[in-house]
């Protein structure tokens, strides 16, 4: 049974059964599945050359480029433990999960040295020529379902970061609940264009269960993408509402050299209802939604493509509003006040120098559940916006914008937004004799929080309505934003 194995047995298992097949395609780069767990396993040698021993945890700051895959398995391979860094973050988030996590290692993309730093800090390039001195032979560290597979950072509902521990164990649940749920085909050719080291990566084991290929593209351009779903025949992928929003903006009404795709996941954050009718209509049954956390990767709710398509049959689109219902492998129910709740074997098992989670993991989303089981949010009770597939907390954003002496307050909310689906705004009273520029504002948050996290506009007014306790009231600034409930000073 797959969670009851650990991700290096499984990874050995693939590469017997399907070793002469192509596992990997990276640019021009094509692997077999036998070639491929050779570099697995000569890169899990490498790290544990340097001294590191089971357990302890290796950062990633690597894009989805060529040797990710080697670095991923390959320190999963050793009974090492996994730390993605944040690929959009700032070095202050970096530097967080790097010495809350313990880590000892840090594998880093070429021109990131000035980013990371720990006790072993390495480029990819460099690891892949110490590797190249291991043996590829077999030959596996001893790894258990109960070792401890990566530590995943998210957020609390103060913004405050905290990292989920996942074992073997519930992350190949995860595993798991995604060929049961996802609408995965045997043999898929899988487009990745999410970060592997985050939501996207939790397809990579299901592709290669089947005897597929991952084909891995290092950043998401429509064109690109278009090109490669033609050329490279694929057959399914994961993408956030943003890029499907683009993809569907490039390929305007002539989405022939797409056909292929048979499944297109979408996740993160729901779509717009019109939009989403109009990826159905350019390309065909083929969606399936799926909402999840750090502590549930992509594992909470699903919307099914039978279900997509029964919206479209009957003309009840309220369900393509909706986040579905719950994935096969979880519990779900609603607290007093209508937050949904999750348990199940794939489900984290604490937070790193923190709690147990014992029981129902809250969600911080508040629904309501309809007659059919769907599940349709109604708030969040986390300060938390979802900008083009990424999570932006308000609360860091707005103590970054804090530091510069011409901020006297400051709130930063989500703004509806076609293309982001929210956009990050930042509303700001500002030392009116400062002479200070969105833009610099911008740049300011930028640095400590990294360029996706920066607000996409800054408005300045005179004062923040509040709270009877002194605190800027952000419903009412949300509330009052469309209408000028305030008077704002643009620059």
Known sequence: MIPSSSTGELVERCALRYGGQIAVVCGERRLTY???????????RALLSLGLRRGDRVALLMANGPRLLDVYFGLLWAGLAVVPLDPVGGRRDHAFRIRDSGARAVVHDSG?????????????????RLADREATGPGRPETGPDDLYGIFYTADAEGRARGAVHTHATYLWAVLGHLLDAGLGECDRFAHVAPITHAGGVFVLPTWLRGGTNVLLE???????AHTVET?????TMVVPTMLNLLLDHVGGNAAGLRSLSTVVYGVAPMRRARLLRAMEVFGPVLTGLHGLAEAPNQVTVLRKA?????????????LSSLGRPVSLAGTRLADD??????????????????RLDGWLPTGDVVREDERGFLHQVDRKKDLIVSGGYHVYARPVEAALATHPAVREVVVIGVPDDKWGEAVTAVVVADPASGVTGAE?????AEQVGRVRAPKAVEFVESLP???????????VRAGRPVGGYPARPR
Do not use: C
């Not at 036998?34 to 899990?44: E, F, H, K, M, Y």
């Not at 950043?219 to 993408?225: A, G, K, S, V, W």
């Not at 279900?307 to 369900?319: F, K, P, S, V």
């Not at 504002?441 to 948050?445: E, G, M, Q, V, Y």
């Open 441 to 445: 504002l911008t740049a300011r948050a």
């Open 338 to 355: 209508g937050e949904l709740l999750v348990r199940g074997p794939h489900v984290a098992r604490s937070y790193w120098n923190g709690d």
């Open 34 to 44: 036998r070639a491929q767990l050779a570099r697995i396993r000569q890169t899990g």
């Open 112 to 128: 990131q040295d000035g980013q990371v730093a720990a006790e072993h800090t390495l480029d990819a390039e460099h690891l892949a």
């Open 307 to 319: 279900e997509h398509a029964m919206a479209l049959r009957t003309g009840d689109h309220a369900i």
């Open 232 to 236: 490279e025949r694929i057959t399914a």
């Open 466 to 476: 509040t709270l009877a306790s002194g605190l800027p009231d952000k419903a009412a």
């Open 219 to 225: 950043r998401f351009d429509p064109e690109l993408f």
